[in-house]
């Protein structure tokens, strides 16, 4: 997988929209964008993945410019309940199977009321 | 509930015990992993299972064991632990293509006293 780069953490207040910044300099042709976000005492989960340009779900944002040489996750309106640690990893969507995700350490988001 | 579901959630052990974690998925998924999670600390891979084989033993120290009888159950079998090995144990699955599809148990809280 390709090595990113996000800040270590960030602290916004409820019903802030909040971006997370990612660099991944090295990413491949094949690689996709991933974030997980892990709340304390419990295993990451997946939450968005895109390829380029901007992909949205119910729960995020994920905006990526034209080169892909960094990528955006985007949280409208945070609450105290989005407080967690969210991971960029970037990888090839055709991994061997047995391929092991590898964290770095993550963005922590505190929210605030 | 994920689909991936890990017991014991809390573990307190002395360290002349011996102990076991477990992992079940239902996920229909052809590889697991160990993950350890010490305080504040990024998560750190410890083995790697596809197919129902070991594929990577991430230099883990002996007194940990891992055993995998089939593709839906991964044990971690613990002994003469030291109290620096507490941490959050996690487990997770994937069909081991793309990086979006790994799914994480809730993890077991271990505590080595």
């Known amino acids: 997988l390709a090595k990113t780069t996000q800040p270590i953490s960030m602290d916004s207040y409820e019903g802030q929209e909040v971006n997370i910044t990612c660099s991944h300099n090295?990413?491949?042709?094949?690689?996709?964008i991933t974030w997980y976000q892990q709340f304390p005492s419990q295993g990451p989960r997946f939450i968005i993945q895109g390829y380029k340009t901007k992909v949205t779900n119910e729960v995020a944002s994920l905006f990526i410019p034209a080169d892909r040489k960094s990528s955006t996750l985007s949280l409208p309106r945070v609450s105290l309940s989005d407080t967690a640690v969210y991971y960029c990893?970037?990888?090839?969507?055709?991994?061997?199977?047995?391929?092991?995700?590898?964290f770095g350490k993550g963005t922590t988001l505190s929210v605030s009321s | 509930e994920t689909g991936v579901t890990q017991t014991p959630r809390h573990l307190v052990m002395g360290m002349t015990n011996k102990k076991s974690l477990k992992c079940e998925q239902h996920l229909g998924h052809n590889a697991m992993y160990w993950y350890k999670q010490s305080a504040k600390k990024p998560l750190e891979l410890m083995f790697v299972?596809?197919?129902?084989?070991?594929?990577e033993n991430n230099s883990v120290p002996s007194r940990f064991s891992p055993e995998c009888p089939n593709s839906s159950h991964l044990f971690l079998h613990l002994h003469t632990l030291q109290p620096e090995d507490s941490a959050l144990y996690l487990c997770?699955?994937?069909?081991?293509?793309?990086?979006?599809?790994?799914?994480f148990g809730s993890g077991t809280r271990l505590t080595v006293v």
């Open positions: 299972y596809s197919l129902e084989e070991r594929v």
């Open positions: 997770a699955s994937s069909q081991g293509t793309d990086i979006y599809g790994y799914t």
């Open positions: 090295n990413i491949a042709t094949n690689d996709y």
């Open positions: 990893l970037v990888g090839d969507s055709q991994n061997q199977a047995g391929t092991a995700l590898i």
